[in-house]
């Protein structure tokens, strides 16, 4: 964990009441508390310039979530992350009262391929795999457009030339093979009008970006994307699959659930600016 572990008051099982242990066994027991409660994010400081940290546990009450929150603040951490357990009762009002912006309501759709019943789907256009060749600017403007809904766009305090930024390095990272095992597009003549990136996640095939330029869409490219997706996971041995996306994407929680998709859990993720 970079930076130093900041401590809290707790008195040690075994102290008396009113009597102060000892400063080792003080510290000893707030770093017990609170190690791996949360963690700096180092590739997200480096590009948004300031220190940024994700909370890991996803349950904590008002006293829990301030104690971390304030922990950050002397660690210099201007944002933090919490994907929080959206069933939690705790949970959401300790959000709210301590300033968090509800920048998602992260959807984990779950899918066993067997249960895919073969049909007589007929593609709505050829799909083929990404090739240097192809237009990277086509690619750069859908990687933008399938974050559209995602938290770095809807959170204000987030500059939109960092949201554009950061999902242009996040289409470059998958065509270079380094965030996806292989991209599927679809053209129309040498424009790239669709794509889907694909990966895994432990034993599940994974949908990452998938996005269909504007002036395509309502020609079913999406569902073409989909199930091309998941035919290439079943040719690769994947018996599960898994896409993630924002409960406020409609068309998109419609067009996973159409092709078979169910939601599996959905984590309510605040933003604090500290």
């Given at each position: 964990?970079?930076?130093?572990?900041?401590?809290?008051?707790?008195?040690?099982?075994?102290?008396?009441?009113?009597?102060?242990?000892?400063?080792?066994?003080?510290?000893?027991?707030?770093?017990?508390?609170?190690?791996?409660?949360?963690?700096?994010?180092?590739?997200?400081?480096?590009?948004?310039?300031?220190?940024?940290?994700?909370?890991?546990?996803?349950?904590?009450?008002?006293?829990?979530?301030?104690?971390?929150?304030s922990t950050l603040r002397e660690e210099n951490v201007k944002l933090v992350y919490w994907p929080s357990d959206s069933t939690s009762r705790s949970s959401q009002p300790a959000a709210q009262s301590l300033g968090g912006f509800l920048a998602d309501k992260k959807t984990t759709f779950f899918i066993?391929?067997?249960?895919?019943?073969?049909?007589?789907?007929?593609?709505?256009?050829?799909?083929?795999?990404?090739?240097?060749?192809?237009?990277?600017?086509?690619?750069?403007?859908?990687?933008?457009?399938?974050?559209?809904?995602?938290?770095?766009?809807?959170?204000?305090?987030?500059?939109?030339?960092?949201?554009?930024?950061?999902?242009?390095?996040?289409?470059?990272?998958?065509?270079?093979?380094?965030?996806?095992?292989?991209?599927?597009?679809?053209?129309?003549?040498?424009?790239?009008?669709?794509?889907?990136?694909?990966?895994?996640?432990?034993?599940?095939?994974?949908?990452?970006?998938?996005?269909?330029?504007?002036?395509?869409?309502?020609?079913?490219?999406?569902?073409?994307?989909?199930?091309?997706?998941?035919?290439?996971?079943?040719?690769?041995?994947?018996?599960?699959?898994?896409?993630?996306?924002?409960?406020?994407?409609?068309?998109?929680?419609?067009?996973?659930?159409?092709?078979?998709?169910?939601?599996?859990?959905?984590?309510?993720?605040?933003?604090?600016?500290?």
């Amino acid at each position: 964990m970079a930076g130093k572990m900041a401590l809290f008051v707790i008195v040690p099982q075994g102290a008396c009441r009113g009597r102060p242990a000892s400063e080792q066994e003080w510290a000893a027991t707030q770093v017990k508390e609170h190690m791996g409660m949360y963690r700096i994010l180092d590739w997200d400081t480096d590009f948004f310039g300031f220190r940024v940290a994700f909370i890991t546990a996803p349950r904590l009450d008002s006293e829990e979530l301030a104690r971390v929150l304030s922990t950050l603040r002397e660690e210099n951490v201007k944002l933090v992350y919490w994907p929080s357990d959206s069933t939690s009762r705790s949970s959401q009002p300790a959000a709210q009262s301590l300033g968090g912006f509800l920048a998602d309501k992260k959807t984990t759709f779950f899918i066993d391929f067997s249960t895919i019943v073969s049909t007589q789907f007929v593609p709505a256009a050829a799909v083929e795999p990404y090739q240097p060749s192809m237009r990277i600017s086509d690619l750069e403007a859908l990687g933008v457009q399938s974050g559209e809904y995602s938290r770095f766009a809807v959170d204000p305090r987030i500059p939109r030339k960092k949201f554009v930024e950061l999902y242009t390095t996040w289409i470059h990272n998958c065509l270079k093979g380094m965030l996806a095992d292989a991209v599927l597009v679809i053209r129309d003549g040498e424009s790239v009008v669709g794509m889907v990136t694909l990966g895994s996640k432990g034993e599940r095939g994974e949908i990452g970006l998938i996005a269909v330029d504007g002036n395509y869409r309502g020609r079913e490219y999406g569902e073409t994307l989909v199930r091309s997706a998941q035919q290439w996971f079943m040719a690769r041995g994947f018996r599960y699959g898994q896409v993630v996306t924002q409960q406020a994407n409609v068309p998109a929680c419609n067009l996973y659930e159409k092709c078979g998709y169910s939601i599996e859990k959905v984590d309510f993720y605040y933003h604090f600016w500290l």
